[in-house]
C-alpha cells in the first residue's frame, strides 16, 4: 500500500503560479510512475501531468508549455509547478502512482490501472 498526500493548493489570481507537492510513503521500494490529475465541477477525471521512474513526462496540450512535473531525488516526492494559471485550471488536483504503467504516457492514457490516489488539494483561479 502507497499513502499519498498532496499540499500547496489555494486561491490565486490568473497569470500567477502556484506549486504542488505530494510525498509517498509506505511500500515506496516499488519503481512506480507518479503524476497528477484534476477533476473541475461537473466534470471527468482527466490528467495533469505524468512522469515515469526514469523521469520521462507526458503532459496533454491544455497545460503543455505552462505546467511543470518532477520528481525529487529519493523518488518518493511529486511536484507541479503551475505558471500562466488560467480560470478553466480551477479544480481538485489529485496525486497519484501506479506499478502498473512503467511509461508516463500510459499511465496517462489508462488511468484505470492506477492503484494509489491522494485525496486532493484545491486549487481555484480566479480573473
Known amino acids: 500500500q502507497v499513502h499519498m498526500v498532496e499540499s500547496g493548493g489555494g486561491l490565486v489570481q490568473a497569470g500567477y503560479s502556484l506549486r504542488l507537492s505530494c510525498a509517498a510513503s509506505g511500500r515506496t521500494s516499488t519503481t512506480y510512475s507518479m503524476g497528477w ?11 495533469v501531468a505524468t512522469i515515469s521512474w526514469s523521469d520521462n513526462t507526458y503532459y496533454p496540450d491544455s497545460v503543455k508549455g505552462r505546467f511543470t512535473i518532477s520528481r525529487g531525488a529519493a523518488k518518493n ?7 500562466s494559471l488560467k480560470v478553466e485550471d480551477t479544480a481538485v488536483y489529485y496525486c497519484a502512482a501506479t506499478a502498473l504503467s512503467n511509461t508516463a504516457q500510459s499511465m496517462a492514457l489508462f488511468p484505470g490501472r492506477i492503484e494509489w490516489w491522494g485525496k486532493g488539494t484545491l486549487v481555484t483561479v480566479s480573473s
Open 37 to 47: 490529475f484534476r477533476q473541475a465541477p461537473g466534470k471527468e477525471r482527466d490528467v
Open 77 to 83: 516526492t511529486v511536484y507541479l509547478q503551475m505558471n
